[in-house]
């Protein structure tokens, strides 16, 4: 079991950015590919973003790329996700996930979660 903390959230005026972190511990985090989702209240838990364990693949959804940056820094056990050009669309809970297999879009593709950051976007 991997161990995940994000950080970086916050509130933001549309069109700005916020760059979040995962800060991992517990297991090797490099054995993991990780995935970025959001939860908007009254939604489900929607795929954002994934990096394969050496982050030589990415995935986006449709509605960020172009937008949203996924990066990982193995040596620092962190993972990254870069958010420009923010929407109102965008706000949510952001919560980072890893996977002992691989990437994935779908949430129960991942074995261990974060505990969320609230992103929000005002207009």
């Known amino acids: 079991q991997v161990q995940l903390v994000e950080s970086g959230g916050g509130l933001v005026q549309v069109g700005g950015s916020l760059r979040l972190s995962c800060a991992a511990s517990?297991?090797?985090?490099?054995?993991?590919?990780m995935g970025w989702f959001r939860q908007a209240p009254g939604n489900e838990r929607e795929f954002v973003a994934a990096i394969s364990r050496i982050g030589s693949s990415t995935y986006y959804t449709d509605s960020v790329k172009g937008r949203f940056t996924i990066s990982r820094d193995n040596a620092k056990n962190t993972l990254y996700l870069q958010m420009n050009s923010l929407k109102p669309e965008d706000t949510a809970v952001y919560y980072c996930?890893?996977?002992?297999?691989?990437?994935?879009?779908?949430?129960?593709?991942?074995?261990?979660w974060g505990q969320g950051t609230q992103v929000t976007v005002s207009s």
């Open positions: 996930a890893a996977s002992y297999y691989s990437a994935s879009d779908v949430p129960r593709g991942y074995d261990d």
């Open positions: 517990g297991r090797t985090f490099s054995r993991y590919a």
